[in-house]
């Protein structure tokens, strides 16, 4: 069964560097997405990319927030200057359409990022 | 605003029992609804899904109920097992958007 791919599982970073997480999306999908989820929360919504461009972000994703597309198969969220409250699990996900037909969203499994 | 949410934050049952979870949103313009189940150290898994033109939909030894009325949706687990035991999280969408809103999670914990 085709798989949403995060790499790495676990990433330790300090305060203020940056760091650039990497999601392999399944192949026929055309909308990706990142969520994150801390600790013994909910997961939230921090922003959906098709087309090459951001279809949609919350308030969560801010200027330190960008996505990328770089090839024909990753997808990558970059945090330029880390705060110790950017520690959580980031998932990326992917659908093959909207919400107007049968679109097989998927999450990967995840990506812990500690600040310290 | 746009808030799902869940009446029990965990859930303790019997191996063999039957399980439901429930949750609430608020949102009247989202027209598909989730239920994901996130083991520890995992992503969400996809269970069920159903669409606002539907009441009910059953897989295998799962049912979701949604009562759009009320705004409720739940989760049925058959013959609950060890294997259940887990976070179980109920999603919406639909509208003019492609995200998903999750609710808070229901720790499920069956005792064999």
């Known amino acids: 069964e085709p798989e949403v791919t995060q790499t790495p599982s676990h990433q330790v970073t300090q305060m203020g560097q940056e760091v650039i997480l990497r999601c392999v999306p399944i192949?026929?999908?055309?909308?990706f997405y990142w969520y994150r989820q801390i600790l013994g929360q909910k997961v939230e919504f921090l922003v959906s990319?098709?087309?090459?461009?951001?279809?949609?972000k919350s308030e969560i994703f801010d200027d330190q927030f960008s996505v990328e597309r770089p090839d024909g198969s990753n997808f990558t969220l970059k945090i330029r200057s880390t705060k110790l409250e950017d520690s959580a699990m980031y998932f990326c996900?992917?659908?093959?359409?909207?919400?107007?037909?049968?679109?097989?969203?998927?999450f990967g499994s995840g990506t812990r990022l500690t600040v310290v | 605003g746009e808030n799902v949410g869940l009446h029990l934050p965990t859930l303790s049952v019997q191996e063999g029992d039957n399980s439901i979870i429930n949750c609430a949103y608020s949102?009247?313009?989202?027209?598909?609804f989730i239920w994901y189940k996130q083991e520890s150290g995992k992503g969400p898994q996809f269970i069920i899904d159903?669409?606002?033109?539907?009441d009910k939909r059953q897989g295998q030894r799962v049912t979701v109920l949604l009562n759009k009325t009320v705004k409720h949706l739940s989760l049925q687990i058959a013959a609950t097992q060890p294997g259940d035991s887990a976070v179980y999280f109920c999603?919406?969408?639909?509208?003019?958007?492609?995200?998903?809103?999750f609710g808070t999670g229901t720790l499920l914990a069956v005792q064999p």
């Open positions: 996900a992917s659908s093959r359409a909207g919400f107007s037909g049968n679109y097989g969203y998927t």
């Open positions: 192949s026929n999908h055309l909308y």
């Open positions: 990319f098709y087309n090459n461009e951001i279809s949609e």
């Open positions: 949102n009247s313009a989202s027209d598909y």
């Open positions: 159903i669409r606002s033109n539907m």
């Open positions: 999603a919406e969408g639909g509208g003019a958007t492609n995200k998903l809103i």
